[in-house]
Each structure stands twice: as structure tokens, then as C-alpha cells.
């Protein structure tokens, strides 16, 4: 089982090693793919410099703070009470730095901007009405909206992993139930979403399933044995 997460690697790594899970971790929307035991980044696909200041700029004249992501650490301009709360939900140390296009001296990995989810929607349209096919932008929760390079997405990441790995989309189930999970669904060969996922996954998936908690994880793996070979 392969992990594909928008989180930080610090964050997710924890999980994965206490599952006994040794497969390289795909992480902050594919920008990352990480060794858990060593800590080791296989791949890393950070946002241009330039643009990751257009990017911030553009997002604070909009009303919004953004966490910033450099060699998986969080940093902020202030710590708000929306930044302590993703950082809280994350269980991750958070670092004020004042102006950050002013402090941002390399490219970051990732940026978010965190808020209502109503204002968070407005952003996202304005956002990529700006940027277009310049930034991969997603809500990851109603609340986080997610900016990462154009070239990355949780596909991407599990096309550099099977290329490494040596395993296809054809051999591959792709889980999900966000926004963020469009291009891991769209790149699996056996596509599946669980129940009240976002609307877009609908129209993806090969499958439909419960939550956890009502054995959908079994019903996945019995339907997935049943197709013809």
C-alpha cells in the first residue's frame, strides 16, 4: 500500500511508521516523495521562487495569510488564529517570520492559505482566474486551499513512484474522497471514491464505497477480485 497525501512528509511519517509501512510516502499533492526510514526525498518539486512571491502577494491583497512549506517546516508572517489552528490540526510547530515575500529566500514546496470555507471558495475562483495553468491549485478541506507547482498532483506522484517501483496505472487502485484526489483517480487504472466525496470523483470513479467504519475497505477488495482478468 502506497500512502498519497497533501500533508507534509513530518506530519504524515509518524502514521506510516508506526503502520509498518516501508514504500516511499507521496505527500504535498505529489511535490514529495519521501523515504520513510531514511527521510530521504526521491523527488522534490518545489514552486518556482518568483512565483511563489506573486503567489504570496496576490494572496494577502486578497485578505488571506498563507503557511509556507521549506524543507518540510511551516512558517507564517504571523501566527493568526487560523494559522495555530491548521497547525494544531497537523500537530506541527509553526515559525512567524515576519513579511514573508520579504524572508522567502528559496522555493517552498507547497503554500496554503487556511479560512472560511465560503471565503476560501471565492479565493480559489479568483485565484485561478489569475494563474491559470501557472500554479496547480485545490482545496484539500473546506478550509485549506492548497498551491503547489503546475507540475505536480497526487498522479504525477504515483507515475514518478510506479516508474521507480515498477508498477503500472493498469495494476493500480486509486482511493480517495477530496478535491485533491482528481489526478490519483484519474491516473489508476481501478478508480475508487468513498461516499459524500467531493461531486468531481463521482463522474471518476470505477466504484463506489462506504466509509471505514462501514467496511467499505472489504467491499473495495471484494469487488476488485471479482473483475475479469
Not at 513530518?10 to 499533492?29: N, T
Not at 512558517?75 to 489552528?85: L, P
Request: hydrophobic fraction near 40%; proline fraction near 7%; include cysteine.
Amino acid at each position: 500500500m502506497i500512502v498519497v497525501t497533501g500533508r507534509m512528509f513530518r506530519s504524515v511519517r509518524p502514521y506510516v511508521q508506526a503502520a509498518g509501512l516501508d514504500e516511499p510516502v507521496i505527500c504535498y499533492q505529489g511535490a514529495v516523495v519521501a523515504d520513510p526510514e531514511s527521510g530521504r526525498f526521491l523527488l522534490h518539486v518545489p514552486i518556482p521562487l518568483d512565483l511563489a512571491r506573486e503567489t504570496i502577494e496576490a494572496v494577502e491583497e486578497a485578505g488571506f495569510g498563507l503557511n509556507c512549506y521549506v524543507h518540510d517546516d511551516l512558517y507564517v508572517a504571523e501566527v493568526t488564529e487560523w494559522a495555530r489552528a491548521y497547525a494544531d490540526f497537523q500537530n506541527l510547530p509553526i515559525q512567524a517570520v515576519g513579511d514573508l515575500r520579504t524572508w522567502l529566500s528559496e522555493p517552498p514546496t507547497k503554500l496554503v492559505a487556511v479560512g472560511d470555507p465560503d471565503a476560501i471558495d471565492g479565493l480559489q475562483a479568483r485565484m485561478r482566474e489569475r494563474f491559470g495553468g501557472r500554479l496547480y491549485i485545490s482545496k484539500s478541506l473546506p478550509y485549506f486551499l492548497e498551491f503547489a507547482s503546475p507540475e505536480v498532483s497526487k498522479g504525477s506522484g504515483l507515475a514518478f513512484l510506479a516508474k521507480r517501483l515498477g508498477f503500472t496505472a493498469a495494476q493500480t487502485v486509486g482511493v480517495g474522497d477530496g478535491e485533491n484526489d482528481r489526478e490519483l483517480l484519474d491516473w489508476a487504472g481501478y478508480a475508487v471514491c468513498v461516499e459524500q466525496s467531493h461531486p468531481s470523483l463521482y463522474e471518476r470513479a470505477d466504484l463506489v464505497i462506504p466509509g471505514p467504519e462501514n467496511d467499505g475497505v472489504a467491499e473495495m477488495i471484494e469487488s476488485y477480485l471479482d473483475l475479469p482478468v
